[in-house]
RNA sequence: GCGCUGAUGGUCUAGUGGCUAUGACUGGGGCCUUCCAAGCCCUAAACCCGGGUUCGAAUCCCGGUCGGCGCACCA
């Protein structure tokens, strides 16, 4: 059994995930996760909330997750993302049916899938790897396709990411942010690709969890201001050229900036704040790196993009979150669509005067004469020359005709005006997690076995542990009385209430003896294991034991709530609990 | 989607054309038990689905589903 093996295994059987539909057979490409998998991954949620939302102030959003067809028009979805798939009759290779064609047709990725087969046909083209039969063309998309309402209902894709949710609310983001870059916001929710074979478990799902931020920020100032918090820090960068050496170099992001590995600062701030995101839910340091997109993998509209990558035990390098710089694209596209100038207005620092030519023609002269043609030649009185305009008879072009106008029907000088600012179009940074491999890499990382002895001439023994960090562990706290007995039982749940009380998931467990309730929790990565035994009677203290140490101290029961809490939130470590045993 | 390969209680697993389908662990109930999977008793729980061959299929054949690996795909 390799470590994805075992983690999987633990996984199910202890309700962390489990194959979807499994009562009537499963399908591949989705998953649910169990009572303590689900628990597990609001809490990965909830420190990203607090890392993006409150800390950076990316408001969360919620847009549907179906979207109506313009919305991935723009986005280049729909054409872009959709194929033409033609696959050999006898060896089953797959081809792009217009890369078949391409020599033989000049305007080979218009044609449509019939047209297609006709030119494969007249031109008798077989599969390029066995010489077999090619089958029909088919439209390969990885979008669920639906359709909205009744009947020939509008047609709707489920998305394929939630950033558009975010793009296509751009100007009433904009707005609620008081017009002022940077601003951004942030979704956590489902999305959905249609994918060929899915494979990996977690890796590569059909439905899966993404969180996302979208920055908008000024294209001309890709600064950031609180860089300093992150410019000495140390992170692993395998850079385009580093990739080409085979060799993960370790710099600060402040020297990365410096000698142009990271584009600029904005970028290099927030693979930084990756980086401290993934180790906080407890990513193993030297198991994570980012990599640069190389020049011919980056998507047409960024100029920078940098994955993060976690080292797992089965597959290797996998890539959990994707920092792009997607430049003014998503926001042009939807414009452009949408027929909505998104921008924002700039204003400069100080206003600048600017001297420009002006052009003022006088309609109530143009009118009469021109009738309802006069805004035809106003525009073409506004688009000529200073000597144009000083001749004496001024010719035009109105409708496809030369006209002859006096020059008195126009006004024209030098102005100064004013300018006080500009209608921007910001860029846009994007950090984009794929919460469930992040799920996977957290439990994979966690996971530990190791060699214990038990009790005293029994032999060593194996101890499945999962080292989760105490604010990612789905049960905070165990509460076990030493043994099954009434007068046991009744503190123990006395300290569950004030524990529930205290807002901190407990796990109640009186069945069996004390070891085994132990690993069964040392399995799930319960940090924290209170024991309620005779003594407790006398003094009305308890024993807390280290998940990780297995050390145990005694404790009063009185504010024993308090304690545990900051020990999972707060500072607190777990010697000052108590009284070492 | 193609090729190879596999599928037996919750988990891991034995097994074979023919008895009531093996075992361990886990789970539940109980006895016992004063801190790391102890012991004893009881108990629950499985041959992936559909066809075919056969007197008889969990076993052989075909198809499907799911998993693994390789290829392709991964905007």
New binding site residues.
């Given amino acids: 059994?390799d470590k994805?093996?075992q983690v999987?295994?633990l996984a199910?059987?202890r309700g962390f995930l489990w194959?979807s539909?499994?009562l009537?057979?499963?399908?591949?490409?989705?998953y649910d996760y169990g009572p303590l998998g689900s628990t597990l991954k609001r809490r990965i949620e909830q420190i990203w909330r607090e890392a993006y939302v409150i800390r950076e102030g990316f408001m969360e959003i919620e847009s549907p997750t179906i979207g109506i067809e313009d919305v991935f028009v723009a986005?280049?979805?729909v054409g872009?993302?959709s194929?033409p798939?033609c696959?050999c009759k006898d060896?089953?290779?797959?081809?792009?049916a217009d890369h078949l064609v391409d020599k033989i047709v000049a305007v080979a990725d218009a044609l449509s899938d019939k047209e297609l087969d006709n030119v494969i046909t007249e031109n008798n083209i077989k599969c390029p790897e066995c010489q077999g039969e090619l089958g029909k063309t088919y439209e390969?998309n990885?979008?669920f396709r639906t359709n909205i309402g009744p009947g020939n209902g509008r047609t709707g894709y489920m998305r394929?990411?939630t950033a558009q949710g975010m793009f296509v609310n751009f100007l009433r983001l904009a707005r609620f942010y008081r017009e002022k870059l940077p601003f951004g916001a942030t979704q956590i929710g489902k999305?959905y690709?249609n994918?060929?074979?899915?494979?990996?478990?977690v890796i590569?799902l059909r439905e899966f969890t993404q969180a996302e931020a979208e920055i908008f920020i000024d294209p001309n100032d890709k600064k950031h201001p609180e860089f300093s918090r992150f410019a000495d820090k140390e992170v692993s960068l395998y850079s385009d050229d580093a990739q080409e050496r085979e060799k993960v170099e370790k710099m600060t992001l402040g020297e990365a900036v410096e000698n142009g590995t990271i584009a600029h600062e904005f970028l290099a701030y927030h693979i930084g704040l990756t980086d401290h995101f993934l180790q906080r839910i407890g990513i193993t340091a030297d198991k994570m790196r980012f990599r640069q997109h190389k020049k011919d993998?980056m998507?047409?509209y960024a100029i920078d993009c940098w994955d993060a990558e976690i080292e797992t035990d089965?597959?290797g390098w996998v890539e959990v979150v994707g920092i792009a710089d997607r430049t003014d694209y998503d926001l042009k596209a939807h414009a452009a669509i949408s027929n909505t100038e998104l921008s924002i207005y700039r204003e400069y620092s100080e206003p600048r005067m600017v001297t420009q030519f002006v052009v003022k023609p006088d309609m109530g002269k143009l009118g009469p004469l021109f009738k309802s043609k006069a805004k035809d030649a106003a525009n073409a009185l506004k688009s000529l020359s200073r000597e144009e305009l000083e001749q004496e008879n001024i010719t035009i072009m109105v409708d496809g005709e030369a006209m002859t106008v006096p020059r008195d029907v126009v006004k024209f000088a030098e102005e100064t005006v004013k300018i006080s600012g500009e209608n921007i179009i910001p860029h846009v940074i994007e950090p984009s997690y794929g919460i469930d491999r992040i799920f996977y890499a957290t439990m994979e990382h966690a996971f530990e076995e190791e060699m214990?002895?038990?009790?005293e001439d029994?032999e060593e023994?194996?101890?499945?542990v999962m080292k989760l960090e105490k604010e990612v562990a789905p049960v905070q706290v165990a509460i076990?009385p030493?043994?099954?007995?009434e007068e046991l039982i009744i503190p123990a749940k006395e300290i569950e209430k004030q524990m529930k009380d205290r807002g901190i998931l407990v796990s109640y467990?009186d069945?069996?003896?004390?070891?085994?309730?132990?690993?069964?929790n040392?399995?799930i990565g319960t940090p924290y294991?209170i024991?309620?035994?005779?003594?407790?009677?006398e003094d009305n203290t308890?024993?807390i034991?280290?998940r990780d140490s297995?050390?145990?101290v005694?404790t009063p029961v009185e504010g024993i709530a308090d304690i545990v809490y900051e020990m999972i939130y707060g500072n607190r470590k777990f010697e000052s609990a108590g009284q070492a045993?």
């Fill in positions: 059994m994805y093996e999987i295994e199910k059987r194959n539909f499994e009537y057979g499963g399908t591949a490409g989705f986005s280049g979805h872009g993302f194929d798939l696959e060896c089953g290779e797959a081809f792009r390969f990885l979008m394929p990411e999305s690709r994918e060929i074979s899915p494979r990996q478990g590569r993998e998507a047409h089965r597959f214990v002895s038990g009790k029994s023994e194996k101890r499945i076990l030493l043994l099954t007995r467990d069945s069996g003896t004390i070891g085994r309730r132990y690993r069964r040392d399995e294991s024991t309620i035994d005779y003594d407790t009677l308890v024993t034991r280290d297995m050390k145990q005694r045993l």
